[in-house]
C-alpha cells in the first residue's frame, strides 16, 4: 500500500508573505457605478483583502479541514490527496469529484451528511464511505508533468478506488471537472461503477450537434453559445495561454481572489450578493488553498488539454464512448443558477439516465450552496443500487 496519512499544514512564512503581499497591493482604477460590469467590484475586492489580510483566520480554517482524515497515495508515480470518510456499517464507497474554480473543499459541508445520515436528519442505511480527492494539479494533490492528464483523470481515481482503497464497486459524483470524471467512469470503468450522478451534462458535448435536435436541445446550445460569448472569455484565456495568466494571479493574492471570487458570485445563486452564499471565510478558504500550494496554473490545464488535443486524441475518445457501457444508471440534479442547465433528452444522449431532478434554487457549487438538498439526493439515487455495491 501506499497510502500515507496525510495533515493540511500551511508555513507560518507563507501566511506572513500573504499578508505582505495584500498590504502593498496596487489597486486598479474604477469606472464610476460600474459594480461588478467590467469584472470584480474593486471595492468588493479592497473589502475582502482587507479582512483576508486583518481578520481571516487560516489556522482555524485549517484545523476544521484536518477534523476530517486526510491521505495521500503515490497513483501511477504521482501523488493524490484525499478525504477518506468512512460510513455505517453497510455504507457504500462515494467518490466526490470536485471542478474549478473551487476545491475538495467544495464538499466539506456534505462528507458527514453521506457518511453518517442519522445524525443529519435521514436513515442510517443511506450511509456512505465518502472519499473526496483533489483532482491532479489541484490543492494537495501534485502537478502534472506531461500534457493531457486530463484524459486520464478517470484512470487514476479509478486506481485510487481499486487498487490502493480496494473499492470494488462505488458511486462517483460530480459537476464541472467532477461530470467529466463521472462520465468516463461509467464508459471506461462500468464494471466498477455503481453509477454517477451529475449536476451537469459535460460541456464539450455541445461541439456534437446531432441533426435531431428537439426545440429544448436548439434553445439549450444557443444558451450555451451565448454564455461562451458574453462569460467564457475566461476558459478561452485558461485554454490558451495558461501560463501568462496564472504568472500574475500565482504573484498576486489580489489578483487571484478577483479572478475566483468573480465566479463564486457569477456562478452560484446569490442574486448578485455573493455573501449570500458565501461567507468570507469559505471564499478565502478556497483562494488560499490555490496560494499555498501555487496550483493556479496546474489548475488552467484541463482547459488547455480539452482545447489542444490533436485528432488522434478525440478519435480514440470517440472510440471509447462507442465502446463504453451504456448500463451504468446515471441521475442529475439540475440547479436552476448553474452556467446553463440541459433538458433531459440532451442528457440521454449521453447517459443511461434514471433519475432526474430540477432543483428549486442553487447553483454551480451544489453541495457548497445546497447541501441538504444534494444529499438527499444522493441518496434517493442511489438506495435502489445498494444492492449492486
Request: glycine residues 8%; hydrophobic residues 40%; contains cysteine.
Amino acid at each position: 500500500m501506499t497510502i500515507q496519512t496525510f495533515e493540511i499544514e500551511v508555513q507560518r512564512s507563507v501566511l506572513d508573505d500573504v499578508k505582505e503581499r495584500l498590504r502593498r497591493t496596487r489597486w486598479t482604477d474604477a469606472i464610476e457605478g460600474a459594480g461588478w460590469e467590467y469584472g470584480t467590484n474593486p471595492e468588493y475586492l479592497k473589502q475582502l483583502c482587507d479582512y483576508w489580510r486583518d481578520t481571516f483566520d487560516w489556522q482555524k480554517q485549517q484545523a476544521d479541514m484536518n477534523a476530517f482524515k486526510h491521505f495521500r497515495a503515490d497513483v501511477d508515480g504521482g501523488g493524490i490527496h484525499f478525504i477518506h470518510e468512512r460510513g455505517n456499517g453497510g455504507a457504500i464507497p462515494i467518490l466526490l469529484v470536485h471542478g474549478w474554480p473551487d476545491s475538495f473543499a467544495r464538499f466539506l459541508k456534505i462528507i458527514p451528511m453521506l457518511a453518517h445520515p442519522e445524525a443529519h436528519g435521514g436513515d442510517a442505511r443511506d450511509s456512505f464511505d465518502v472519499i473526496v480527492p483533489s483532482l491532479p494539479g489541484y490543492g494537495f494533490s501534485d502537478k502534472p508533468r506531461k500534457p493531457e492528464l486530463t484524459f486520464n483523470f478517470a484512470a487514476l481515481l479509478h486506481k485510487l478506488m481499486v487498487d490502493e482503497l480496494g473499492y470494488q464497486r462505488f458511486a462517483v459524483q460530480g459537476g464541472d471537472w467532477g461530470g467529466m470524471v463521472a462520465e468516463h467512469m461509467a464508459r471506461s470503468y462500468a464494471s466498477s461503477v455503481i453509477g454517477v450522478h451529475l449536476t451537469d451534462v459535460p460541456f464539450y458535448h455541445m461541439f456534437q450537434k446531432p441533426s435531431d435536435m428537439t426545440g429544448a436541445e436548439e434553445k439549450y446550445l444557443k444558451k450555451m453559445e451565448a454564455f461562451q460569448q458574453k462569460d467564457g472569455a475566461y476558459a478561452l484565456i485558461q485554454g490558451t495561454r495558461p501560463l501568462t495568466l496564472a504568472q500574475g494571479l500565482n504573484d498576486s493574492p489580489a489578483g487571484l481572489a478577483a479572478w475566483l471570487v468573480e465566479k463564486f458570485r457569477a456562478w452560484s445563486d446569490c442574486d448578485g450578493d455573493v455573501e449570500k452564499r458565501f461567507t468570507k471565510d469559505e471564499m478565502l478558504t478556497h483562494v488560499m488553498i490555490y496560494w499555498a500550494t501555487q496550483t493556479i496554473a496546474t489548475s488552467f490545464y484541463p482547459y488547455y488539454d480539452l482545447m489542444n488535443a490533436g485528432a488522434m486524441r478525440w478519435i480514440s475518445e470517440t472510440i471509447k464512448t462507442w465502446i463504453g457501457s451504456s448500463s451504468v444508471p446515471a441521475g442529475f440534479a439540475l440547479f436552476p443558477k448553474d452556467l446553463v442547465t440541459p433538458p433531459r433528452e440532451w442528457a440521454e444522449r449521453f447517459f443511461n439516465v434514471q433519475r432526474w431532478a430540477e432543483m428549486p434554487r442553487g447553483g454551480h457549487f451544489a453541495a457548497a450552496e445546497e447541501p441538504e438538498m444534494l444529499a438527499d439526493e444522493l441518496r434517493a439515487m442511489f438506495r435502489p443500487l445498494r444492492t449492486a455495491g
